[in-house]
């Protein structure tokens, strides 16, 4: 028998995808009419697919990807690694990237957070903290501390724990009657704000509404929850730092622990390494994941600090942090974690991403100014805006109608966002308001 190369354009495979293959997040059945997109490679903000079209990324492949795809230097770290150490378990045994990302992840993130415990991707991290969280109370002596606060319109993950701080009707809903309960305080969202307040304002009465709770319930409460400066996958609500200035003053004051889920803001995504350095404040869990391979692979990790370590810290068994993944600080993940810290340093991307940013708004200007455009708004590199629109299928028809445009754009309801690669230069922003200012004008 021979073997035939198939020719690239055919992609016979993908026929068998939609039986095959059950993707996220999607109802399956709209994939009768709506084309599956195969990708056949990537190449810095792009996708292209089998017959060359490309697709420019703004939304980084769901959040995760940093400096482009197939990325020479993360590449060249990852191929390094392979011929090193694919895969040791964590526990009993270590490695250097291991260790390596753990001390540069303490000195780069807000001050006292110098233990470092490893996930596999963003909802892991959430679980981490939760159990973390309320062992860490349990072993002190104070085992009725197993509440949690999270906002509303919280996003924390989909797995059962996650799912319960998440706020997001769609996520929530359905799954409820499996899920415990927890309560939710107002969010800072600026777009709250009602005649004449600024973000502060909606920031400080938020915080008042956070305050009023903790007196309440601080003494049956674990900890509080919070995506820091942008609630993302709610619609991407931005807030004041002022909110978490006060969370933190708060949660100290009450004996709360203050979570500060970084998964989709960490790694410069809101104009600082991560969110917390805007407002100053430290948590006590800072969640990472998403960028933290540029987009790689999966990996989250849980930064902690001593005085929750030391909770666990006994010649108990059970007083330990009873909790594993298989592939916890997976050596190739965390390679190309270090890769993108490489990045950071040595291109000094915060303060480039500063400039860019401040160029890109110049070129959003058309935008801002649609009739139908509201609440542009930006936080580092994040764009986001509402499209007033009657079309109740608006987030599925801008999707279609951007590959058509060659941008891939994800709307949340009737929020358009943008959140690309920071590779991305200030021809492909053009290109990418072009497309979002035609299909405004269209729907
Ligand atoms: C994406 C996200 C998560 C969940 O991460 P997964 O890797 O999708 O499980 C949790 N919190 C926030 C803020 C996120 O954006």
Avoid at 327 to 344: M, Q, S
């Amino acid at each position: 028998m021979t073997c035939r190369a198939t020719p690239v354009a055919n992609v016979d495979w993908l026929a068998r995808s939609r039986a095959a293959v059950w993707h996220p997040c999607t109802q399956m059945k709209v994939h009768e009419t709506l084309p599956i997109v195969p990708i056949a490679r990537g190449e810095g903000a792009w996708l292209v697919d089998f017959d060359g079209r490309r697709y420019l990324d703004a939304v980084s492949s769901w959040w995760v990807n940093l400096f482009g795809h197939a990325n020479p230097r993360i590449n060249a770290a990852l191929r390094a690694q392979l011929d090193e150490l694919e895969h040791v378990m964590l526990a009993g045994f270590t490695h250097r990237p291991v260790v390596e990302l753990s001390e540069r992840l303490a000195a780069l993130a807000p001050p006292g957070l110098g233990h470092a415990f490893y996930g596999s991707d963003g909802a892991s991290a959430t679980e981490i903290a939760l159990k973390m969280s309320f062992h860490a109370w349990a072993n002190r002596g104070r085992p009725e501390k197993r509440g949690f606060v999270s906002l509303q319109g919280s996003y924390h993950g989909e797995t059962l724990g996650a799912l319960s701080v998440t706020d997001v009707p769609l996520f929530r809903d359905t799954y409820a009657p499996l899920l415990r309960r927890n309560a939710t305080v107002p969010s800072p969202d600026a777009r709250l704000a009602r005649g004449g307040e600024t973000a502060r304002d909606v920031a400080e009465r938020a915080a008042q509404a956070l305050e009023a709770h903790l007196a309440a319930h601080h003494a049956t409460t674990a900890a509080l929850i919070v995506e820091p400066l942008v609630q993302g996958a709610c619609g991407m609500a931005m807030h004041d730092p002022h909110y978490l200035v006060r969370a933190r003053e708060l949660c100290t004051r009450h004996g709360v622990h203050l979570i500060a889920d970084e998964i989709m803001t960490g790694f410069g995504r809101t104009g600082t390494l991560f969110a917390c350095e805007q407002a100053g404040i430290a948590p006590d869990f800072l969640l990472l994941s998403k960028g933290i391979t540029g987009g790689y692979l999966p990996l989250a990790c849980v930064l902690t600090t001593d005085d929750v370590y030391g909770a666990f810290w006994h010649d108990d068994a059970a007083r330990g942090f009873l909790h594993s993944h298989s592939y916890t600080g997976n050596p190739l993940a965390c390679r190309a974690a270090l890769a993108v810290l490489d990045v950071f340093r040595d291109d000094d991307v915060v303060a480039a991403n500063r400039a860019k940013a401040a160029r890109f708004d110049a070129i959003a200007a058309p935008l801002r100014a649609h009739p139908r455009v509201r609440f542009l708004r930006r936080r580092g590199m994040i764009w986001a805006f509402d499209v007033g629109t009657a079309r109740p299928d608006f987030a599925r028809w801008c999707f279609e109608r951007g590959l058509a445009h060659g941008v891939l754009l994800r709307p949340i309801g009737r929020t358009v966002y943008f959140m690309p690669p920071y590779v991305i230069d200030d021809g492909e922003f053009r290109h990418l308001c072009d497309a979002a200012l035609a299909i405004v004008d269209a729907a």
